[in-house]
């Protein structure tokens, strides 16, 4: 009798391409059957918080409100190292401007926005589905955007203009690269599932890395337009080393993340990572 596990993660290339092994069943698994569901991040945050799942893609702002039920698992992190979610505006601006702008979010549970209110606290914004906001901005509806999938590559096309990139300055703040989203694991699978299953999910990452042009191949039907070369470029910059393992670089910055969050009062308390 197989087990159902039920794994929730985002309709982008960077997801697609990490789970393909495991949706394709490329990997033996034995007698666990890995169910999956598609919903784009700020949903499967919520989702999260009540426990839907045991195994979710999250922000790290996201697991502030769920380690009680969560622990992280130790691969399939999005990192940017001297990158990550981009604030584009209609004109040239400074960043320092952005005090006397409304920006449109994807989501105040998404790190992009953690990050964004480490860098300015008092920021005014919108919550606008992530594949509205460069619309939104080109339309003038709002002063300023914040880009978190494929956007970050495209904007240039619609004569948007980068006011920052919030990986650029994360890794001047601390030398660290920043942590944008997690797979988190249910804590009360019990230890000796939660190894399993990330042995599983750490297999369907090196699988992908392994085989990129087949993992590719399923990956660009998620990538929303993208040419191919784009869609590769964006794998490489969420699928990388750190993904499948943190090392000590990678748990630093997540602590590092959280516990600046904490200091400036962005989450309400202090988070103890745990890594499966």
Known sequence: MKKDIHVAHSPDSDDAFMFYALASRKIDTGDLNYVHTLSDIETLNRQA???????????????????????????GASMGKNYGPIVVGRAPVRPEGLINMTVAIPG?????????????????????????????VREGNYDAGLLIHEGQLTYREM??????DLGVWWL???????????NVIKRDLGKPM???VAHDIRKSIQYGLDHRDEAMAYAIQFSRGLDKERVDRFIGMY??????DYGSEGRQAVERLLS?????????????????
């Open 172 to 182: 001047e703040q601390t030398g660290l690269p920043l942590p944008l989203g997690g």
């Open 260 to 276: 600046e969050a904490y200091n400036k009062k962005v989450i309400p308390e202090r988070v103890a990572l745990e890594f499966v």
């Open 239 to 244: 699928v990388n080393e750190l993904t499948l």
């Open 108 to 136: 105040t549970l998404t790190t992009a926005f953690l990050a964004l209110r480490l860098f300015e606290p008092d920021i005014r914004y919108a919550v606008v589905p992530f594949d509205r906001i460069l619309d939104e």
């Open 159 to 164: 004569g948007l203009h980068k006011v920052m």
């Open 194 to 196: 939660m190894d399993r």
């Open 49 to 75: 918080m009540k426990g839907e799942y045991e195994v979710s893609a999250v922000s790290f702002h996201a697991y502030a409100y769920m380690s009680d039920k969560y622990a992280l698992l130790s691969c």
